[in-house]
C-alpha cells in the first residue's frame, strides 16, 4: 500500500510569508500528526487531527494551524514565518493516533525560511 | 507537564561495542513504541511493547519494557555502522503520545 505522503518535499520562504504543507496517510488511517524537527531538538509535537477534529495541541504559537479534511488528507499553515521556523516539519498518520498501532512517518517537508 | 525523558542524548561508539538508550515516564504507560531515524530520513517504526517486565529480540537489538511500565531501554549488541542514526522511543499513556527527545548514535569503524 502507498506510504504517507508530503508535499512539497523541500520549500524555501521569506520572513513574514505564511507556508501550507500537505499530507496524505495512508488509506483508512483517520489520525495525523504534525511534528516538527529542528537539529538536537528532536520531535517537537504539533497537534494531531483525527476525523477532521484536532483532539491534541503542542505547545506552538497560534501562527501554527492545521486542518483535516474528510478524506483525512492533513494541511498544516504557518503564518508571518520566522527564521526560526526554518524545520523539518513531518507528518504521521496512524489508525487511532493513541500509539496502539504504529505510526508511519512521511519523508517531511524542509522549510527554509530565509 | 508529561514528559519522555531520553538519555543519553548523544552516544558515540566503536564500531563491535554494545550501546544502549533509555527512555523514562513520569507516569504509567499503556505501551512504548521505539522508532529509528536514519541521517536524512524519517522515523521508522520498530517495535511495541504492552507488558510489564517484557523483553522481545530483534537479531542484535533487545527492548525491555520495566516492570512498572514507566521505563524502557533499548539495547544493540555489537554495533555495526548500519546502526547509526536516533532511536526515539514514544509513549502511550492511554489518551496521549509522546516521543522521546531521542538519543543519536554514532557508530566509528
Known amino acids: 500500500k502507498a506510504g504517507v505522503t508530503q508535499t512539497p518535499r523541500y520549500l524555501i520562504k521569506t520572513r513574514g510569508q505564511q507556508v501550507t504543507l500537505s499530507c496524505s496517510p495512508i488509506?483508512?488511517?483517520?489520525?495525523v500528526s504534525w511534528y516538527q524537527q529542528t537539529p538536537g531538538q528532536g520531535l517537537q509535537f504539533l497537534f494531531e487531527?483525527?476525523?477532521?477534529?484536532?483532539?491534541n495541541k503542542g505547545n506552538f504559537p497560534g501562527r501554527f494551524s492545521g486542518r483535516q479534511f474528510s478524506n483525512s488528507r492533513s494541511e498544516m499553515n504557518v503564518s508571518t514565518l520566522e527564521l526560526g521556523d526554518s524545520a523539518l516539519y513531518l507528518c504521521?498518520?496512524?489508525?487511532?493516533?493513541?500509539?496502539?498501532?504504529?505510526?508511519?512517518f512521511g519523508q517531511g517537508t524542509r522549510l527554509t525560511v530565509v | 507537564g508529561q514528559q519522555v525523558m531520553q538519555i543519553p542524548q548523544y552516544q558515540h561508539v566503536q564500531e563491535g561495542e554494545d550501546f544502549t538508550t533509555y527512555c523514562n515516564s513520569s507516569t504509567t504507560l499503556s505501551n512504548i513504541q521505539w522508532y529509528k531515524q536514519r541521517p536524512g530520513g524519517h522515523p521508522v517504526f520498530l517495535i511495541q511493547?504492552?507488558?510489564?517486565?517484557e523483553v522481545k529480540k530483534q537479531k542484535r537489538l533487545t527492548f525491555q519494557f520495566g516492570e512498572a511500565k514507566k521505563n524502557s531501554s533499548l539495547h544493540i549488541t555489537a554495533t555495526q555502522t548500519t546502526d547509526v542514526g536516533t532511536y526515539f522511543c514514544a509513549a502511550n499513556t492511554g489518551n496521549q503520545f509522546y516521543f522521546g527527545t531521542g538519543t543519536s548514535l554514532t557508530v566509528i569503524p
Open positions: 504521521a498518520s496512524s489508525l487511532d493516533g493513541r500509539g496502539n498501532t504504529e505510526a508511519f
Open positions: 487531527y483525527f476525523s477532521e477534529t484536532q483532539r
Open positions: 511493547l504492552v507488558k510489564s517486565g
Open positions: 488509506s483508512g488511517h483517520r489520525s
